[in-house]
């Protein structure tokens, strides 16, 4: 009641426009563009008149020490992780388009891997030392303890956010698209391999004999990282700071919400469960107009159009080679590019392409104007385009990039460019193929955008309401299934099985034992009597 009160005070004094209701939240984040999504998520928090405390590493690089939406504390970290650092992600680029090019060999599939490991392994140890660092200062968590949150948001790709919240035992909701062992649902709802591609296999949920053997395999490869690779940092802090038999799975597991950054306008249809919601495309705006310059420029296509290309924050450089293959193919058509392109422009640029280092990527797309858009398939671009109806030219480069555009083209949405082989005319004949009024891109963006936004609620207010949910109730066991608890034998009634198979086994042996003593005894009564 106090603190209803001096809220009510507090809030009166901004002048903002809040009701009683404000509930503590604390946050653990994950950078770079996951905390692009979450930000947005905090601000509608805040809107709601809750107070939000992020937690953050004082590496941090995307979510920022002083903000007007929240409250941080920032825990002290040597190294940034390794997910956090340009100069990391444009090496792991370059070696992944290395591998890339010798696509299709077993080396290839192994060296992905082996790359892909190093990277997680890295990125997990320091990840690691941030919880490490927390669970070791007594005062931050006594301090912690003592704030009264009334709930904990995370994305739980950061292991540590989700240890964090077991510790302070508090309600605990998920922002999540992966973890480490998957895509989010494989955690926690049956995902049958038969329809479900895992991650990174690149396929449908249309899969023959071969391709489900090869899902089966790129599922076991995504498991054995877990298992191996990115589990055992946090499994040891479990141990040390929880007992035993707390795994960091089973705090996942034993999650109240998830809030799963997924449509099935973009998803293939799979089974889920009680506490799932689904929340793709909740940061998607309505767009804005364009500043004045830029707005001139996309009225000077007339009526030909604009093609927006981006290939993200962390990725945009691939090489002077493969700009100019973009820069002349851009030249080679009759609508104009806005590129979104930090550096010197490359050779080969034409004068109806315009280079900026950042780009209002929204704005454009859902400008009247833009035909098409050039994206390395990032979801948030994605979602974008759908809500927006903008057919899709995918340059995949890394992680689940490759599996996002594959849904959209299984979807007759968009056509995927190997980055690896691109020349100026397999580019420009692409270019003009996706812009092409007779083909049937545009209408089915029109279509999938159409479904993707016939839904009750906005996919923010079904976040904020679901959030406020959980704050009610005081978390949502009810809607948790046991599964949880389970442990992977009994998960599957492996145990069960064995029992039914043991048991026949032994029925028909004794049966068998007893019919063959009965034959024999027969024989033996018989015998005498034959003599
Ligand atoms: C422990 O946490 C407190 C409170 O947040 C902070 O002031 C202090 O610097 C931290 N100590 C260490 C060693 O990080
Ligand atoms: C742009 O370049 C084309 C071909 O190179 C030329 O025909 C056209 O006049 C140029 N337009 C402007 C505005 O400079």
Known sequence: MELCVRLI????????????????????????SHWVNMELMVKALRARGHEITVLRSSTSWYVSEFSSY?????????????????????????????????????????????NLFSMVRENQQAAAEVAISIFENKTLL????????????????????VLVAHYLQLPLVFNVRFLYSGEAHMAMAPSPLSYIPALFSQYSDRMDFYSRLKNMIYHGMIFYMYYSVSNPPFQDICEKYFGADITPMSIVRGADLWLIRLDFTFEYPRPTMPNVVYIGGFQVKPSNPLPKELEEFVQSSGEHGVIIMTLGTLLNDLGPEVMQVFASAFANIPQKVVWRFNGKAPEGLGNNTMLLKWLPQNDLLGHPKTKAFVTHGGTNGIYEAIYHSVPILGVPLIFDQYDNIERMKARGVAEMLEVTALDVDSLTRALRNIVDPNKPYKENMHRLSQLHQDKPMKPMDTAVFWIEYVMRHK???????????LPWYAYYSLDVMLFFITSTVIVIGLVWLSVGSVIRYLKKIKKPKGD
């Not at 903002?16 to 994950?30: A, W």
């Not at 100069?87 to 192994?110: H, P, Q, V, Y």
């Not at 006594?142 to 994305?155: K, M, N, P, Q, Y």
């Open 9 to 32: 005070v507090v809030l009166l004094l901004a002048t903002l426009p809040f009701t009683c209701s404000g509930e503590k939240v604390l946050l653990y984040p994950f950078d770079g």
């Open 142 to 161: 006594r301090e912690l303890e003592e704030s009264g949150f009334d709930l904990f948001l995370t994305d739980p790709v950061s292991t540590t956010g």
């Open 475 to 485: 978390g949502a066991a009810h809607l948790r299934t046991q599964s949880y608890q």
């Open 70 to 114: 929240y409250t941080s504390i920032t825990v002290k970290q040597d190294k940034p992780q390794v997910l956090e650092s340009q100069d990391f992600m444009t090496s792991f680029l370059e070696k992944s388009l290395k591998i890339r090019r010798n696509r299709g060999s077993l080396w290839a599939f192994f060296e992905f891997y082996r």
